[in-house]
């Protein structure tokens, strides 16, 4: 298991470019089940995660191919309908093939979703969703098995909650249905807006992504295309937060300013000036910190979830209390214990963080647990006093593609081992 090695206090400087979003290119391999043909993406992050995917696709008949960025996928034809679980538990990504293979082949065989222990993360919105159009669906000893027996059909379906994953599962099975599906209270993350550009530019008919009303008009068959990915938004919030710790000037280049309309205020109270020219973003950071006052993550347009644990690194070290509310997912402060060991003074209760900032960090042996709080673990080892020995950097590798590169190359003193 290899570790990272970082020595903190050092100043970063320079310019990076931001990859390709990790939640874009999930769904999006996924919806290569439903193009026939070839489709290209560009911007695809070499990740754990979106190897998963490959592999997944690969298992059900696809061809892959990558290099670097750029991600080409032959559908000539599925020759499966079933996932095997080893490949289901690599990342929680994987449900999304639910709606995909069940809209190309009319059945499909799956094992519940793996990911990381952020909470219980359930399916019901998914099942319940797929259900309203058509979809018979039997869960049995951590099986799904479905099939749409009349095939699946147009229909109004409302989530109780903005999920994400249900959202990308009703766009995928909804776009080759028969007839119109309107989704209300749909996820408005960039991520969905992104998957419903690569769809459309397969020749499906989807309006509104992006908003809390998506209206899906069946076709019969989408095609391949060539699709851009956006850049993940919570790296570039991560890459924040790490020039936020160390009193840093850096340029991130290739962001969307408005993926980040609610991220930047709250590191701009914080004493962070940022100044952005077309897709860059120039971020100048204090000697120190103020407090964040209060934080409250909420589905998109608000603070997003994945940047809770980079921002309570930050907060750390800030002059001041932050109390960060984190209402999407239940058991998402693990990080926390860990960045105590370096000498923060947290304390969590239930959905409360209450982050006492220290004038500083000590260098420990610590430990992650899930992908976002492995990122919070680098961020606070980039200001701590001395060497931070990181271990669990796979979870890193979920969503971060070559982060100790991307470090080192602003400045950072990072080994990985
Ligand atoms: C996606 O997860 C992202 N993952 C998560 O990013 C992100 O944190 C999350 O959306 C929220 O933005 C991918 O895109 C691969 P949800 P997802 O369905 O789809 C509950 C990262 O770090 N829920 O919006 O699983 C669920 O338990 C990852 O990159 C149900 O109760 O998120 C959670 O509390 C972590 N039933 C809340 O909704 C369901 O059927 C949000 O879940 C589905 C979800």
Redesign the pocket.
Known sequence: MSKLYITGQKRLSGAVTVQGA??SA??ILAACVLARGESVLYRCPQLS?TEASLRILRWLGCRTERADGTVLVHNDGLTRCDIPDALMRQ???S??FLGAVLARQGKVRLSFPG??A???????????ALRRLGAVIRERHGWLDCRAPHGLKGADITLP????????NVLLSACTAEGVTTLTNA?R?P?IRDLADYLNRCGARISGAGESVIMIEGVRSLSGCAHALIPDR?VAATLIACAAVTGSTVTLKGVVHSHLAAVLPVFEDAGVAFSAREDELRVAAPQRLRSMKIIRTM??PGF???AQAPLLAAAATADGTTVIMEN???NRYRHAAELARMGADIKTEGKFALIEGVPRLYGAAVEAS???GAAALAVAGLCAEGVTELGGVCYLE??YERFEEVLSSLGADVKKV
């Open positions: 990790k939640n999930l769904p995660d990342t929680r990504g449900i999304v990911g990381c952020i909470g219980q993360r359930p399916i019901d919105l998914h099942l319940k909650f903005p999920s994400v994953g249900a959202t990308e996820a993350e991520e919570i589905p998109y997003p979830t994945d999407i997912f239940e899930d992908l976002r979920r969503g």
